[in-house]
């Protein structure tokens, strides 16, 4: 057989063999992949807790965390955990305890981030002279480790007796005690009402009904603020 037929067939062929690997190829890019019958493939939780409460101690044995949730689910496909009414307990040696609860939450796979979802309420109890500090909203993302809090979304800061503070975005920084308003702020102050002396006879206090002064306009502090950054140590 002359060279030139033997090229003439062999051309033919081998481009056969292309197009039908090439026809495989895209057959098989296109092809939905085949699920784990791990079940990790789908979104489904692989176990799950109920009215579950979770503590850490210090290397003393005293109590330092305390989590707890109404449920827990963990998800394998991505390796997250959602929680239903969270309920987040911190405790110091001689220092107030602060709560963090919400309506939904979750933790990444790697426990650097928890976010809270919905009503969400941190207080810290009164200790001192200093009178029980709450913060609401409606979204808040903890960094753990860091020790850091943030939101974008509005805040309500409560001081007993009389502080009130409104604010659009929020940034807790524990390490260096400061709490960051960012947006909107208005705060409202009043002052307490003035106490009676105790120096007043028997015959005053028979004689005189003391009352409570009520805040007079300048007692009260109502100051929008739409651009102010406020950075305010934390106590």
Do not use: C
């Amino acid at each position: 057989m002359q060279l030139g037929t033997k090229s003439a067939i062999v051309f033919p062929l081998a481009l056969l063999l292309l197009l039908a690997l090439l026809t495989f190829w895209i057959d098989k890019s296109v092809q939905p992949q085949v699920p784990k019958l791990d079940g990790s493939s789908r979104h489904d939780p692989d176990y799950v807790m109920s009215n579950f409460e979770t503590t850490q101690t210090d290397v003393n044995g005293a109590l330092r965390y305390k989590l707890a949730a109404n449920e827990m689910k963990h998800f394998p496909d991505v390796d997250t955990t959602d929680l239903i009414k969270p309920r987040f307990t911190q405790f110091a040696k001689d220092k107030p305890y602060t709560k963090l609860e919400g309506d939904t939450g979750n933790v990444s796979s790697d426990g650097e981030q928890v976010e809270v979802f919905g009503k969400v309420l941190v207080m810290r109890e009164a200790f001192g002279d200093k009178g029980e500090l709450t913060v609401e909203t409606d979204y808040l993302k903890i960094l753990p480790n860091e020790e850091y809090a943030t939101t974008d979304r509005p805040v309500v800061i409560k001081q007993a007796p009389g502080t009130v503070i409104y604010a659009t975005g929020l940034i807790y920084e524990k390490k260096q005690q400061t709490v960051t308003l960012l947006h909107k702020v208005r705060a409202h102050y009043e002052r307490p009402a003035a106490k009676a002396k105790k120096s007043m006879t028997s015959n005053q206090k028979n004689n005189q009904q003391v009352k409570a002064a009520k805040p007079t306009a300048d007692a009260q502090r109502d100051k929008p603020d739409n651009n102010a950054r406020i950075r305010r140590r934390y106590e």
